[in-house]
């Protein structure tokens, strides 16, 4: 598994963004626990030096390397992994990518960047026992919030369980002085109250929500609800991928018409494109909303 | 005595250490030294045939051996050498 704090996840798939058409590359540097869990505590920006050929090739200058290397030794640091990015093509690693891997026990992560914007990232751990016997096997990446304040004039932003920015609405009234309305609800409030509804981000009567704020940080997943033409809602949990699919989360209750995990397939980098997500996956949404309608669901007072 | 920076995916071979110190005057006789005291680690560096694996970068101080005496290339003490294995890829 590989640990990566926001910043470090943010700042990798930027690079993508920042170089395309042609190919990014990084270092990690952390720890490598006994457990083989790394976790990433710097990034280091590297230059590629394949000019030749940067759309579809990558090589991190040695020297680049040797500063990295004596720079992060300095903080107690060690090379546990690269970076790259893949311009408009997936985040799998290629037959080149396995070819040129010889770090064991290290990540390679890659970024799949479309049109210049980053859409998923995925880490693989180089295993075996030599070059003649090795492979690239996929490992899950935990993103983390960084700890404290990350600018210290700032409060820290509020964050969902997953570690991202939540989309607030800053007009929504609690019932307590010491909690935002998502937690405090007033009555009489709907479900999701309190969180931001986005009302250019509608599709046929259907307005979604933001709790993961999209738009604050890039990200690849996260919570969000959708609200129906009668004021009535359900919550989403989605994330960008294909192939696609649509599970049931929590099934209807009197309050709302499920939360429901779907998969949407643009990245969620704006409004736009949030829309074009709501879209979609709205004929299912609706299937349910019109099925929790005819069970007698009752509707928000 | 020149010291060699091992990276992180071959210290398994070297005790998990970050560095060994070897007694030699050249790149050459670093390397041979370094693999004397680890065996294990010969494999992971040179081909059947004994030559450094092509992947295999080495570094004196923050110069390329290529670039200098290749592996005649002069060391004394308190010079530090790196094995950088390359990285690279693509789609």
């Known amino acids: ?301 | 005595m020149p010291k060699i920076h091992i990276p992180t995916p071959l210290r398994q071979y070297v005790g998990k250490q970050p560095a060994v110190e070897v007694k030699a005057g050249t790149i050459g006789a670093a390397l041979s030294d370094l693999v004397a005291q680890h065996p294990d680690l010969r494999r992971h560096l040179y081909t059947d045939d004994g030559k450094l694996r092509a992947f295999v970068n080495v570094y004196l101080n923050d110069e390329d051996v290529r670039y200098l005496q290749k592996e005649a290339t002069a060391v004394k003490d308190g010079d530090s050498i790196s094995i950088v294995p390359s990285i690279a890829g693509g789609r």
């Open chain 1, 1 to 301: 598994m590989l640990k990566l704090p926001q910043s470090a996840y943010v700042s990798l798939r930027r690079h993508g963004e920042e170089t395309y058409p042609h190919e990014c590359c990084g270092v990690l540097l952390g720890q490598i626990g006994d457990n083989s869990v790394r976790t990433v505590t710097s990034v280091a920006r590297a230059g590629n030096t394949r000019t030749d050929s940067a759309h579809n090739r990558y090589n991190i200058d040695p020297k680049d390397l040797i500063r990295i290397q004596r720079e992060g030794r300095g903080r107690g640091e060690d090379i546990i992994g690269f970076y790259h990015s893949h311009p408009d093509h997936p985040a799998r690693w290629s037959q080149t990518d396995l070819a040129e891997a010889h770090w064991f026990g290290c990540s390679y992560v890659i970024t799949s960047v479309e049109k210049g914007k980053a859409v998923l990232t995925n880490s693989f751990e180089l295993t075996g026992s030599g070059e003649n016997h090795k492979k690239l096997v996929d490992e899950k990446i935990e993103v983390s919030p960084p700890e404290g304040s990350p600018d210290g004039n700032r409060p820290q932003k509020m964050r969902a369980a997953r570690g991202q920015p939540i989309g607030r609405d800053h007009a929504a009234i609690s019932a307590s002085p010491n909690d935002p309305a998502f937690v405090a609800r007033p009555a009489g409030k709907p479900v999701y109250y309190g969180f931001q509804v986005l009302d250019d981000v509608n599709v046929d009567g259907f307005t979604l929500g933001k709790i993961t704020d999209f738009e604050e940080e890039p990200c690849d997943s996260g919570d969000a609800f959708v609200v129906a033409p009668d004021n009535s809602r359900a919550g989403l949990v989605w994330e960008v991928h294909e192939p696609p699919y649509f599970e049931e989360v929590r099934p209807a209750d009197p309050e709302r018409w499920g939360v429901w995990a779907v998969s949407f397939p643009f990245p969620m980098t704006d409004r736009e494109n949030a829309r074009r997500n709501l879209q979609t996956v709205l004929p299912r949404l609706n299937e349910k909303w019109e099925a929790w309608r005819r069970g007698g669901g009752t509707k928000p007072r």
